[in-house]
């Protein structure tokens, strides 16, 4: 299941998407009302776990605008504010369903896993193609032209991750966070030594690179 996870208290989204990642979910989390609209509106999720007070935009308004643009993916409202009125008031902003902080991790599983069941079916992808490179999710292998690329887990996850966002720039952070599980940056150039052998890899035979360095920001897999 792809969550988008909108949250801007740093400490329990971190819960949260380490639960949820547990779970066997892929977790994309935004701190702010204006990124997380932003992605809402631009990308396909299953289920969108969004925090009723945010900075910038508030979830009510995100809540609004979504469902003005006829996307009907399943949202769970998380809240500081239980009272009675402050769910209807969200309910009929278009939640599906409304959750008072403080709550466990596992019924907020139970809820999001409920939710993703009422949203429109769809196949999970289990190839990702990229121009001429192709990440197999269940064999868990990567080709490019056809020709198979022997790689380590991490790089895999690296790649993996680099192709599901192609054509986006994806910070070092993201990657710490995503492929390496670090909510901090260990001031190490780890990322960049294991991109560096993921290059030789696959550019090997290649006049084009497979990855870009965008400079100042991080890499990207440029779409055709």
């Not at 208290?9 to 989390?29: C, M, N, P, Q």
């Not at 994806?170 to 670090?182: A, C, F, I």
């Amino acid at each position: 299941m792809h969550v988008l996870l909108i949250e801007d208290d740093e400490r329990l989204a971190s819960f949260i998407a380490k639960g949820l990642g547990e779970a066997g979910h892929v977790v994309e989390h935004r701190a702010d009302g204006k990124a997380g609209l932003i992605e809402a509106s631009s990308e396909s999720y299953d289920v969108i776990v969004l925090d009723r007070m945010l900075p910038g935009i508030d979830g009510l308004r995100i809540l609004q605008t979504i469902r003005a643009m006829e996307d009907q993916t399943p949202v769970l409202v998380l809240s500081a504010l239980g009272e009675t009125d402050e769910r209807v008031k969200g309910l009929r902003a278009g939640a599906d369903d409304y959750l008072p902080k403080p709550f466990s991790m596992q019924e907020l599983l139970a809820r999001v896993e409920v939710l993703s069941r009422r949203g429109p079916a769809r196949a999970e992808p289990t190839r990702i193609e990229v121009g001429d490179l192709v990440v197999d999710l269940l064999a868990r292998s990567v080709s490019r032209a056809g020709a198979a690329i022997a790689l380590t887990d991490r790089e895999f996850r690296i790649v993996e991750f680099l192709a599901r966002h192609a054509g986006r720039v994806v910070t070092r952070s993201m990657l710490l966070e995503h492929v390496w599980d670090y909510h901090f940056d260990p001031q190490t150039n780890i990322i960049d030594q294991h991109v560096s052998r993921l290059r030789q890899k696959l550019d090997q035979g290649f006049d084009q690179p497979a990855i870009q360095t965008v400079r100042g920001a991080g890499y990207m897999i440029a779409r055709p």
